[in-house]
């Protein structure tokens, strides 16, 4: 590294830190106290710890307080408090009493924490030999305390099956222990997982923690062929007994011709489900269930499908007055093959005093939009869902959802399916629900430019008092002060967003699929003048929302402008426009690209001499086709775990049915198969990056996830050396222990420092 270079890294490496240390606000809880004017909110707040290599997490308190049509007033605790050691807190739905889980290593047990207002009320450590540790990501994790709050049930990994043992006899019949030094295990049958993230977790199986007695039991009787999540308490029946849980059960047989095969399912809703009920293991009249003891079930129940009739049901919340059960599907995508579509929603009437033999009623409540009109409701698209999403009166809830290049709150009337939107409607900002209290909406809005910010929305009277709208006040929090020096720097950007016609449709296309797409553009002062980074998301089927994003401010704040493309295929702009990629890609897409670029040229906001492009996953088989198909159009590259064969991908990805759906369409899930056949490998080919390699002009940083099972790094490998073969000029970076997302903190902070420090050189 030469001098000027070294400095270069110094300056940026400075600059970076100042983006990565601003702590980012992950979820909120709002709770009643005894002044009705008064509330308490409790903010679960991460921040990236590079010494540590891992991330922080604190709790903050807020109380809130609000006099009639008075501003709102919040206090603060004077410092966040550090969860060490602490993998999830979960408090109780009186706010009385919290939940810590510490997940323990592997092999050591995990630690239950009932904590109440002013001491730990109970521990537990639960044994290997009971369930490993406890699921906290995003899609298997359920953890729902009862209404009583006398039990709590989670989803944990199943104890391992035991491993061979043998010693210098050879096998041994009889088990031996682990610590056991004159023996040695095996590692046994290899079993199916659910891919990228999962590789090395247990089967996901549900249980249930008596806090009284301080016993957890197994609850049994659901079927070995279905992994479970997302587990919440149904209410009490009229006698007053807590009898049922509902959870969600995905089908393990779900490889090509329903073979035993778990395809990856990180980032792919299509993947088949259902909602399941089943007694509550200590309330079973036989109950004699597994529990710390080790004891054996004898129960006779037996997992109930609430939903046969749709092919995807998930994230299941039961109303305050326990009269309704809703949930999103996303059967567009399961019947499809797209690995993400539009959402649906649902609801389900729930008796008094249901019985398991008794057969429930799927409702629509807001279907699929196919052809959204010009800005109007383009459908749902929700990668979360509230815990308690609900409103006081019991039949309305709050949804975050896309809506086109937008990220919006929501708010459904399940009785009717209206769908409104509350945030504010003339704001490019993204907007995301935080908590409900009654009928008011903690959020956070954040801006590409604009760190994240806290607000409270009431529903109020309009000034001439004929209709209702919200009203949003934005709340000062210590939060605040950690982001103002990002604020300074970012002080002389702008972003719009803008619409994209789409250039001569053919005539197949449907109706969704011609209308335009859109671009967030992010741009310096004398935008004209300066180089331009095009920014693509992965996917296809995902998106680029007008937020705050650490990495891309952080280009931004380097000098240079920021055009992020939502191309056709992507969420929130109507299943017709989504279902148009699919059979298309390498193609349709690059070219959507290509005419977004055109468009800020025409305008005089970029200089065309001076573009970067980068993008991850099928942001980087965008990318990596870009520069073989347009090369004169870009200056420098950089690629995160890009897609860059599929021919190679399609053996060894975890989800080899997306090489088929990208790559073949609406035929994909008759033609899949796990040998494919010569002509299907050919159209892999044709249809990847690699085959316009020979063109490539533009240097390229590539960046590699050492353990990533969505796209292994072979792919990236065999491009990188493929174009080093003919010349290119090519640096590539290998991050051993990241998964396809490289979100180890350096790795994430090494990765964009070097696309900087990149593209700096290639773009003076």
């Known amino acids: 590294m030469d001098a000027m270079m070294s400095e270069e890294y110094a300056s940026q490496s400075k600059l970076l830190e100042d983006f990565t240390y601003v702590p980012s606000i992950d979820s909120a809880w709002v709770f009643k106290t005894s002044n009705g004017d008064r509330s308490t909110a409790m903010f679960s707040i991460s921040q990236a710890d590079l010494l540590a290599n891992n991330t922080r997490k604190h709790i903050l308190y807020s109380h809130i307080t609000r006099h009639g049509t008075n501003p709102l007033e919040c206090q603060w605790s004077p410092f966040p408090i550090e969860m060490t050691g602490v993998s999830v807190v979960v408090p109780s739905p009186s706010g009385s009493k919290l939940l810590v889980v510490r997940n323990g290593e592997k092999g050591s047990c995990t630690k239950l924490q009932i904590v109440d207002q002013s001491h730990v009320d109970k521990e537990i450590h639960v044994d290997q030999s009971i369930h490993g540790p406890l699921f906290i990501d995003e899609w298997f994790q359920g953890i729902s305390w009862n209404q009583e709050e006398t039990f709590i049930a989670y989803i944990a990994e199943e104890s391992p099956r035991p491993k061979p043992a043998f010693d210098d006899a050879g096998y041994r019949k009889e088990g031996s222990s682990e610590k056991d030094c004159n023996s040695w295990r095996g590692l046994g049958e290899w079993e199916e997982n659910w891919g990228e993230t999962y590789s090395t977790k247990g089967r996901p199986s549900l249980f249930v923690f008596d806090i009284a007695s301080g016993e957890v039991r197994t609850v049994r009787g659901i079927a070995k062929s279905l992994s479970i999540g997302q587990v919440v308490w149904a209410p009490p029946s009229s006698t007053g007994h807590q009898k049922h849980l509902v959870f969600v059960g995905w089908l393990e047989h779900n490889g090509f011709q329903k073979t035993a095969r778990k395809l990856g399912i990180k980032y792919c809703s299509n993947r088949p489900c259902s909602l399941y009920a089943i007694h509550c293991p200590f309330e079973e009249p036989n109950a004699d269930n597994a529990s710390l003891s080790g004891g054996k079930s004898n129960s006779a129940s037996v997992a109930m499908n609430l939903t046969p009739s749709i092919s995807s049901a998930f994230f299941p919340r039961f109303s ?30 729930w008796p008094s005093d249901w019985k398991t033999d008794e057969h429930l009623d799927v409702i629509d409540v807001v279907p699929p939009v196919m052809c959204p009109d010009d800005g109007c409701f383009s459908g749902l698209y929700c990668s979360s869902m509230l815990s308690d999403p609900w409103l006081s009166n019991h039949c309305t809830i709050i949804l975050t959802s896309a809506w086109r290049s937008t990220q919006v709150i929501l708010l459904v009337d399940v009785l009717s399916g209206k769908v409104t939107r509350i945030s504010p409607e003339h704001s490019d900002y993204s907007w995301s629900a935080l908590a409900v209290n009654g009928n008011d909406v903690l959020s956070v809005s954040s801006s590409p430019i604009d760190p994240p910010q806290i607000s409270y929305g009431r529903e109020a009277s309009t000034e001439d008092h004929q209709t209702r709208g919200w009203v949003w006040e934005e709340v000062t929090s210590p939060l605040m002060a950690g982001s103002n020096k990002v604020k300074a ?94 059979g298309k890609v390498g193609s349709q897409d690059v070219q959507d690209c290509l005419t977004a670029l055109d468009y800020v040229i025409k305008e005089g906001l970029i200089d065309a001499s001076k573009v970067a492009v980068v993008g991850i996953s099928h942001g980087g088989f965008l990318t990596t086709h870009l520069i073989g198909q347009a090369p004169d159009r870009f200056a420098v590259a950089a690629a995160r775990n890009p897609v860059c064969n599929l021919s190679l991908m399609i053996g060894t990805t975890d989800i080899p049915d997306w090489c088929y759906a990208v790559a073949c369409g609406t035929d994909a899930k008759h033609l899949a198969s796990e040998s494919p056949s010569i002509d299907h490998l050919r159209l892999f080919y044709q249809k990847s990056p690699i085959a316009h390699i020979s063109e490539v002009k533009a240097p390229l940083l590539m960046l590699l996830g050492g353990a990533d099972l969505r796209v292994p790094v072979s792919n990236g490998l065999q491009y990188s050396r493929a174009l080093r073969e003919r010349g290119g000029d090519i640096k590539i970076m290998m991050f051993p222990e990241d998964i396809h997302e490289i979100n180890l903190p350096r790795s994430d902070f090494e990765s964009f420092l070097n696309i900087g420090v990149w593209f700096k050189k290639y773009l003076k």
């Open 320 to 349: 305050k007055d326990g009269k309704l059960l809703v949930f999103l599907s996303a059967k567009c995508a399961v019947d499809s093959g797209a690995h993400n579509a539009t959402d649906s929603l649902h609801k389900i009437n």
């Open 489 to 582: 720097l970012l002080s002389h950007h702008t972003f719009s967003i803008l619409k994209i016609p789409v250039t001569n449709p053919c005539d197949e296309l449907s109706d969704g699929g011609q209308l335009p797409f859109e671009a967030i553009f992010v741009s310096c002062e004398d935008s004209s003048q300066k180089p331009t980074v095009l920014i693509l998301h992965g996917g296809p089927h995902s998106t680029s929302v007008s937020s705050y994003s650490k990495s891309s401010a952080f280009l931004a704040s380097l000098g240079f402008n920021l055009l992020v493309v939502n191309y056709r295929g992507t969420l929130g702009f109507g299943e017709e426009a989504l279902q148009s990629l699919p």
